[in-house]
């Protein structure tokens, strides 16, 4: 049998052979191991159960060493505190904060000895976890500070670490004025913590920040990054170049991340002469441009349409091995600014780098641009023999090249692809496809579409109504206009657009009054809708004393109706009389 020689071995080199399993990531060999004691009638320990639960940390098989952990609790073995803290940082590495709290309070009831490293495992298990919340309700926030209390009454110092995760997770919870409090009952803060309390919010970055020089507290470049950081989230680029430029006053080097921080704040507003300059800075203090770097200047000139200065940065990457699928991406959508589909077709195609779905995005909207359809929709073809997979945006692109040359079978063909290929088509794609309806003369199956949008998992908006309503127009189908004006609902009240289309139908059947009646009873006298009755009235021979007339008797019909409905409003309200 297999557990009958093991009686013969003493506990001691059983323990040990646990061990050195999980050391050599061997933890199902582990389990057998014991699996086999157990068959033999052995005594699993508490030591035992301790070295399979710090094997299945050492393995990564997480679930395996809580499972140890609460087995432990089912046959009444009190677990020690460091196979305790081994099943708390297996919560961190699944970043399952929820089971690592509920750990705690397991330890507590068993009377484990917890000390400052359990509680620093399990805020830290929070922090790697950062589920936000709303500030008005309880979360990962609240369940630190309870955390931070009960280590207080337990006579247990948090450290550095530990309040610098806490303040972390009230930051990412909305709750900053309590990680400022955190901050401020800190024994000894440090520049970590001072960075973990400014990371999201700029102007209370910049404040702890100078507060460093009040507390005597060496700046770092770890701190001057978090502030430059928290600047770029916020779209703060001029207030992270001032901090760039403070750097080297504090007798201290900016680095890659300091200077990526800055050029991404400029990439963000579009500023690339600033981003190109700062590239070109940190060749000049020794601070090594990396990918990030490139990318953000990459991404600053294909914002402005700057596609040489884009290609020349993409050449100096290339030289330097740094080149890759984001610079590329960049390069064409610098491409489709300027309308160069012939370079964005050349560098999809190279072969050096492997372009994804956000490369042929762009690529097929640079081409459809141009007017090359018919090459957008070949791009969509490539995709797939790519080995990637088209999403909605990439099927929009290739629909509205179809519209663009009026190839309504090709797009009803496409449309199907995408059912077949379960991309779900949003309001989007239904909407180009009815543009391209009304563009080919087919305003029946406009109307179509538009009642099948709620089959679709769609929600049809102004832009769904107003482009039936141009198809039934164009074809002078001025019933089916008022018909599509009459369906519109679910909090969509019809716009200047809608309403000049029926009644630019309606006139052009010589039923113009009825659409001047219709619509400035929805939209008012607006200027579209007159323009539109004009237009009408001109196509309809109308002359324009009788144009006036009708929409004089309109207005006061109009204003009779408001007052009416003003009137009904002040009547309903109770009458207070006098006794």
Same mark, same amino acid.
């Given at each position: 049998?297999?557990?009958?020689?093991?009686?013969?071995?003493? %506990?001691?080199?059983?323990?040990?052979? +646990?061990?050195? @399993?999980?050391?050599?990531?061997?933890?199902?060999?582990? $389990?057998? #191991?014991?699996?086999?004691?157990?068959?033999?009638?052995?005594?699993?320990?508490?030591?035992?159960?301790?070295?399979?639960?710090?094997?299945?940390?050492?393995?990564?098989?997480?679930?395996?060493?809580?499972?140890?952990?609460?087995?432990?609790?089912?046959?009444?073995?009190?677990?020690?505190?460091?196979?305790?803290?081994?099943?708390?940082?297996?919560? %961190?590495?699944?970043?399952?904060?929820? +089971?690592?709290? @509920?750990?705690?309070?397991?330890?507590?009831?068993?009377? $484990?000895? #917890?000390?400052?490293?359990?509680?620093?495992?399990?805020?830290?298990?929070?922090?790697?976890?950062?589920?936000?919340?709303?500030?008005?309700?309880?979360?990962?926030?609240?369940?630190?500070?309870?955390?931070?209390?009960t280590m207080q009454t337990s006579a247990i110092l948090p450290d550095v670490v530990s309040c610098s995760s806490s303040i972390r997770v009230c930051d990412a919870s909305g709750h900053w004025q309590k990680a400022l409090t955190l901050f401020c009952d800190m024994d000894a803060p440090n520049a970590v913590s001072h960075s973990s309390c400014g990371e999201t919010r700029w102007p209370l970055a910049l404040h702890l920040l100078h507060r460093m020089s009040g507390q005597s507290i060496l700046h770092t470049v770890i701190s001057y990054g978090s502030c430059i950081s928290s600047c770029q989230k916020s779209g703060q680029w001029l207030m992270s170049l001032r901090l760039l430029v403070e750097i080297?006053?504090?007798?201290?080097?900016?680095?890659?991340?300091?200077?990526?921080?800055?050029?991404?704040?400029?990439?963000?507003?579009?500023?690339?002469?600033?981003?190109?300059?700062l590239l070109q800075r940190m060749g000049e203090v020794q601070a090594t441009p990396n990918q990030i770097t490139y990318n953000a200047a990459i991404s600053a000139c294909s914002r402005d349409g700057q596609l040489t200065m884009a290609l020349q940065l993409l050449a100096e990457m290339t030289q330097l091995r740094l080149a890759n699928v984001v610079a590329y991406s960049s390069c064409i959508a610098a491409c489709e600014k300027g309308g160069h589909w012939q370079m964005a077709l050349h560098l999809l195609t190279l072969e050096e780098w492997g372009p994804n779905v956000v490369s042929f995005t762009n690529c097929m909207k640079t081409c459809e641009k141009c007017s090359y359809w018919q090459v957008a929709v070949d791009l969509l073809s490539a995709m797939v023999t790519s080995s990637l997979v088209p999403n909605v945006v990439n099927f929009n692109c290739a629909l509205s090249s179809c519209e663009t040359g009026g190839n309504l079978a090709l797009a009803f063909q496409l449309f199907a692809t995408m059912q077949k290929r379960r991309v779900i088509p949003d309001i989007i794609s239904i909407n180009i496809l009815m543009d391209t309806c009304t563009f080919t003369g087919r305003w029946h199956l406009a109307l179509n579409l538009l009642s099948a949008v709620p089959l679709l998992r769609a929600s049809a908006n102004h832009i769904s109504f107003n482009t039936v309503i141009s198809a039934c127009c164009t074809s002078w189908q001025w019933r089916r206009s008022l018909d599509v004006l009459s369906r519109m609902g679910h909090g969509l009240e019809p716009n200047d657009i809608t309403c000049s289309a029926c009644v630019s139908a309606c006139g052009k059947a010589w039923r113009w009054q009825m659409g001047l009646e219709l619509c400035t009873a929805e939209a008012g006298l607006r200027s579209l809708v007159l323009c539109s009755c004009v237009v009408a009235c001109d196509s309809a021979a109308v002359q324009r004393s009788e144009l006036l007339s009708a929409v004089a008797a309109v207005q006061r019909d109009h204003l009779r109706t408001l007052a009416a409905s003003k009137m009904s409003k002040s009547f309903s309200k109770p009458v207070l009389t006098e006794r």
């Open positions: 049998m297999a557990g009958h020689g093991l009686t013969e071995i003493p %506990a001691v080199q059983w323990k040990q052979r +646990i061990k050195n @399993l999980g050391e050599s990531h061997s933890w199902q060999a582990a $389990v057998q #191991l014991c699996v086999d004691l157990r068959y033999a009638q052995l005594e699993v320990d508490g030591e035992i159960f301790g070295a399979m639960i710090h094997a299945g940390t050492k393995a990564r098989a997480w679930n395996m060493a809580l499972g140890h952990l609460v087995e432990m609790t089912q046959v009444k073995l009190v677990p020690y505190v460091v196979s305790c803290n081994s099943a708390v940082a297996s919560c %961190a590495k699944m970043r399952a904060w929820s +089971i690592a709290t @509920l750990l705690l309070g397991t330890m507590g009831k068993c009377r $484990v000895p #917890l000390n400052a490293s359990s509680f620093s495992s399990i805020i830290a298990t929070i922090d790697g976890s950062r589920t936000r919340t709303s500030a008005s309700e309880a979360g990962p926030w609240f369940t630190v500070l309870d955390i931070l209390t080297p006053k504090q007798k201290l080097a900016a680095n890659a991340i300091c200077f990526g921080g800055v050029i991404s704040a400029c990439e963000q507003v579009g500023n690339w002469q600033m981003a190109l300059l």
